[in-house]
């Protein structure tokens, strides 16, 4: 028997609990490979699927966690054998397959990718989806012709987890980040991290009525969406990208067309979900090299399986900072 944070539903009121219980290895889903879980994290999808479900979860009891990493116990596939340190992220695990607050996962082989050199499995999951989607973010302005030296990055939701993670890499990398808050407090967090410009959120939350404004910045990482990218669209400048990681303000998009035809500016989907396996080796192995360790040290709020609920309600209401790291084990 083992311990795993169980979602209930209960089918009359359609309100959902989570509590840790113990469960064995044969109530787990089918999967090619068996992961002994060593961490995991909390995202905001994590946090809809502990809590009312966002329509992620179809089916109670439910094990969420849509990132985890560990050792590898047991494998049918010869890609994976026991003893094999591994990350995954992604595939719809936590949502539609049980996931990683679990001590124990069974999951298929071409969900996992291979734990790369220099990161033990805390800071993978320290990095976990929301470093692992900053990375991809990065590395498509970059494909995009972004250079440092062209002139200010902005990172919009700068302090939670993908606007944490893409805000360090940047900086590592040499490029000039602006970040976006509107939590004043974060801001010495922010800087140190390595943003040289704190933008509040209110300067740029509101929609404008001209479609174009000076040309401010050259590549733009946004996890906000909503009315902040639309005024976005219209700062960046000629032949600059944006590259769209979330939705915090909102899925409506309340733009024109102007900036791509008279500025030639890039709206960059940025997917981690169904990220094909050579794309994801790349960036794992892109965030080994480029986000600086002390950063991301910096970044990390522990917690334990039975934090969950409660760090699942605080990350939808915007209070959780950073990268929240879940020790399965503890």
Not at 80 to 89: A, F, M
Not at 162 to 190: F, H, K, Q
Not at 256 to 262: A, G, I, K, Q, R
Not at 302 to 324: E, H, N, S, W
């Amino acid at each position: 028997m083992f311990n795993a944070l169980i979602v209930n539903k209960d089918e009359d009121s359609g309100k959902t609990s989570a509590a840790v219980e113990q469960i064995s290895l044969d109530q787990l889903p089918e999967g090619e490979v068996t992961v002994a879980v060593e961490y995991s994290t909390v995202n905001y999808k994590d946090g809809l699927c502990i809590g009312p479900g966002g329509g992620l979860v179809r089916k109670y009891p439910h094990v969420p966690g849509i990132d985890f990493a560990g050792t590898v116990e047991a494998s049918s596939d010869d890609r994976y054998k026991p003893g094999d340190k591994v990350v995954l992220t992604g595939w719809r695990v936590g949502e539609a397959h049980w996931g990683g607050y679990s001590q124990k996962a069974n999951v298929r082989a071409d969900w996992l990718v291979p734990l790369p050199e220099g990161l033990d499995t805390r800071q993978a999951m320290a990095v976990g989806t929301a470093g692992f989607t900053a990375m991809l973010a990065v590395m498509a302005l970059e494909d995009h012709g972004l250079k440092p030296g062209h002139g200010p990055v902005l990172v919009t939701g700068a302090a939670g987890g993908v606007g944490s993670v893409a805000t360090a890499i940047l900086a590592n990398l040499g490029y000039e980040v602006a970040g976006v808050t509107g939590r004043p407090e974060t801001a010495d967090y922010l800087k140190s991290l390595g943003a040289t410009q704190i933008v509040a959120r209110e300067e740029i939350n509101e929609t404008t009525k001209r479609p174009l404004e000076s040309e401010t910045w050259a590549g733009c990482v946004d996890a906000v969406g909503g009315a902040m990218l639309a005024r976005v669209l219209g700062q960046m400048k000629y032949g600059a990208s944006v590259a769209a990681v979330g939705l915090a303000g909102g899925a409506a998009l309340p733009a024109t067309v102007v900036p791509f035809l008279l500025r030639g500016v890039n709206l960059l989907g940025i997917d981690s979900v169904m990220q094909p396996y050579d794309n994801r080796v790349r960036a794992w192995q892109r965030i080994a090299k480029d986000l600086p360790m002390d950063k991301l040290e910096a970044m990390i709020q522990p917690a334990t399986l039975g934090d969950l609920p409660q760090l699942g309600a605080d990350i939808l209401k915007g209070q959780v900072k950073g990268r929240v790291v879940v020790d399965v084990n503890a």
